[in-house]
């Protein structure tokens, strides 16, 4: 596949002497195929769509809602640099089948180090259907991800019961109380450990 570089893309723009044109190029190898990212900066619009890895970063204050896409891992500093980015976020969408690679890297330490707290404090619709399970349990996980109290989390079901440990791990519960509404997909009825487990979330199926 031939994409422009992103120089090629700079090059025309050369005469928009009155913006600053971003622009960023991804190959995804997998599903063959390419995107361009273009936009003048200030960003302006409500929505960001499909980040990757290759985001470039800066400050989306107009921002409420994005998704992020990829086919390499997003590790830790990456949801740092979007939280940062982003300060006003809403409503977040991740699609990423791809296991963590800094997880595997620190579960085989023996070493303590702490990794900065990703906060998103107005995060209220969190999206993560397609999803590996390494990010359900990034976000659940109090010690790596701070929630506002009243967010809305949209999962699939046996991914949430293979995360928690079959509603049991203690660790996934104190961002999980904070969740208002918590959708479960691919499950028909609710059990009652599950409805204990989210003693204060309505939860729908």
């Known amino acids: 596949m031939n994409l422009p570089s992103n120089e090629d893309i700079q090059y025309t723009f050369e005469d928009f002497h009155h913006n600053h044109i971003i622009s960023y190029v991804d190959y995804f190898s997998d599903t063959q195929q390419g995107r361009c990212h273009i936009y003048s900066y200030p ?16 400050v ?11 086919e390499r891992p997003f590790e830790h500093e990456f949801f740092l640099r979007i939280a940062q980015s982003f300060p006003f ?7 990423n089948m791809k296991p963590q ?11 303590n180090q702490v990794l900065p707290i990703i906060e998103y404090p107005y995060l209220i619709k969190l999206d993560l259907t397609e999803a590996h399970l390494d990010y359900i349990e990034l976000f659940l996980l109090d010690t ?5 109290n009243n967010g809305n989390l949209v999962v699939i079901y046996q991914a949430l019961r293979r995360v928690t440990e079959k509603f049991t791990k203690d660790a996934t519960r104190i961002n999980g109380e904070k969740l208002h509404r918590l959708s479960l997909l691919g499950k028909y009825r609710i059990p009652k450990y599950v409805k204990e ?5 309505e939860i729908l199926n």
């Open 197 to 201: 487990y989210f003693s204060h979330t």
């Open 60 to 70: 989306f204050k107009c921002v409420s809602k994005i998704s992020l896409y990829d």
């Open 43 to 58: 960003y302006t619009l409500s929505e960001y769509n499909k980040i990757t890895n290759n985001f470039p970063g800066g």
């Open 101 to 111: 690679n800094d997880k595997q890297c620190k579960n085989s330490e023996d070493d």
């Open 89 to 95: 976020v809403k409503k977040l969408i991740l699609e």
């Open 144 to 148: 790596k991800t701070r929630l506002s």
